[in-house]
């Protein structure tokens, strides 16, 4: 059996949803030919850089490219604007995505192998990036592949209600992800005793903080330095000059970041490197600020205080697409972080931390055997192939907090 882990993305953040199944799946069978497939030269060393020394026998990478004259031309003029050599890549390659027998991917796009494609025997496994809320993580398109693995009861649940996906065809893994980077610890900031705050807004203009109110959560930070600051936003905020989402159509610019940000003393900023997706800052940060990220359930693997900002107005009380809103303190206006900050670190009366353990017990089921192996047999099993439950050994098991 051939099964392709593919990497198609123009940043890293989604290389540790799926590597680590990989990774298990090569070790748990031998027989099984295991290829990691990265579409650009920035996630292929990503991917070598993680996978290491395991690369070899039954584990194998294959780089795809787009290579038709006319994809490169249209993904050359399109780039400043949209990942359009996303979408090419598979054109170009449709013989490789023949050859196999199961296709394992994080994101939606691939779903046009079987719509424009006709690619109808391969079987698509959706792993899935992040636990969050966001309505889009919910639509249709999750019905049309055929398994998905999702890290909790509160992702099947909605899955099944909203999406329409055949209960048959969920499994429920874990996240495998924290057998990655649960226990990384490295950060770039002094510990002189300030309490640390990760900002981390989104990059969808309709969701985000940042177009709206993002440099003035940086100037409030920059005149409150008995705070220090990690400026993290999602990684591809930044990444062109225009943030463009297709489930509003929305687009906005998300600007440059002023000089008066980058040489103040208590404010560190990363727009997109590896401790951006890694969990470096979610693990350091002694409380969370953002709006609609993910991020903030792998920040709950250890709970802490959080702060949300609203630059919408948002009626988000009953919604379950803010669900993780009940986890501290909810402000529409900057000028409010330094009660919010306060309100979120005291929490007299325990409602955020009962809130950020419901929260985290829904969307993460966590076990003894590491996610990645609990995924890799049902990856496996799709393919039609049942591996047996390995011995686990005590260096393997993560102790989640």
């Not at 780089?63 to 399109?78: D, G, K, Q």
């Not at 079987?114 to 690619?119: A, D, F, N, Q």
């Not at 903080?209 to 920059?222: E, I, T």
Request: glycine share 6%; with cysteine; charged share 25%.
């Amino acid at each position: 059996m051939r099964v392709a882990f593919l990497f198609n993305h123009d940043q890293i953040h989604q290389v540790a949803h799926s590597l680590p199944i990989a990774l298990a799946l090569a070790e748990l069978a031998p027989d099984i030919q295991v290829i990691l497939a990265p579409t650009n030269a920035r996630i292929q060393a990503e991917v070598v850089r993680l996978a290491g020394s395991r690369i070899g026998n039954n584990l194998s990478i294959q780089p795809l490219r787009v290579h038709r004259r006319r994809s490169e031309i249209l993904a050359a003029l399109t780039e400043p604007f949209a990942p359009a050599q996303k979408i090419l890549v598979y054109g170009d390659n449709l013989d490789f995505f023949r050859s196999l027998d199961v296709l394992v991917v994080a994101e939606k796009t691939s779903l046009m192998l079987k719509s424009r494609y006709g690619l109808d025997r391969l079987k698509i496994v959706h792993t899935r990036h992040g636990a969050g809320d966001r309505a889009i993580g919910f639509n249709p398109a999750s019905a049309r592949f055929d398994h998905v693995l999702v890290s909790g009861e509160k992702i099947r649940r909605r899955l099944i209600g909203e999406a329409g996906v055949e209960p048959g065809r969920i499994s429920v893994v874990g996240y495998p992800k924290f057998d990655l980077h649960a226990s990384t610890r490295t950060h770039a900031l002094i510990d002189d005793g300030r309490p640390v705050v990760l900002y981390n807004p989104h990059v969808s203009p309709h969701l985000s903080s940042w177009y709206k109110m993002g440099r003035a959560v940086l100037d409030w930070f920059v005149e409150h330095d008995e705070y220090q600051l990690i400026f993290a936003p999602h990684v591809m905020l930044f990444e062109r000059p225009f943030a463009l989402t297709i489930d509003k159509l929305r687009i906005d610019r998300p600007g440059r970041i002023e000089e008066r940000y980058l040489r103040a003393p208590n404010i560190h900023i990363d727009l997109g490197s590896r401790a951006s997706s890694n969990m470096t800052y979610t693990n350091r940060a002694d409380i969370y600020l953002g709006d609609v990220s993910s991020q903030i359930y792998e920040f709950l693997l250890n709970p802490r205080p959080c702060v949300f900002l609203d630059a919408h107005d948002t009626d988000w009380a009953d919604d379950k697409n803010y669900a993780h809103w009940r986890a501290g303190p909810v402000i529409g206006d900057p000028i409010r972080l330094g009660d919010a900050l306060a309100q979120a670190a005291r929490d007299p009366s325990g409602r955020y931390a009962a809130a950020q353990r419901t929260l985290f017990d829904q969307s993460f089921d966590l076990t003894e055997t590491p996610s990645s192996v609990r995924a890799a047999q049902v990856v496996a099993r799709v393919g039609g192939i049942e591996l047996p439950v390995p011995a686990m050994q005590p260096a393997r098991r993560i102790a989640y907090a």
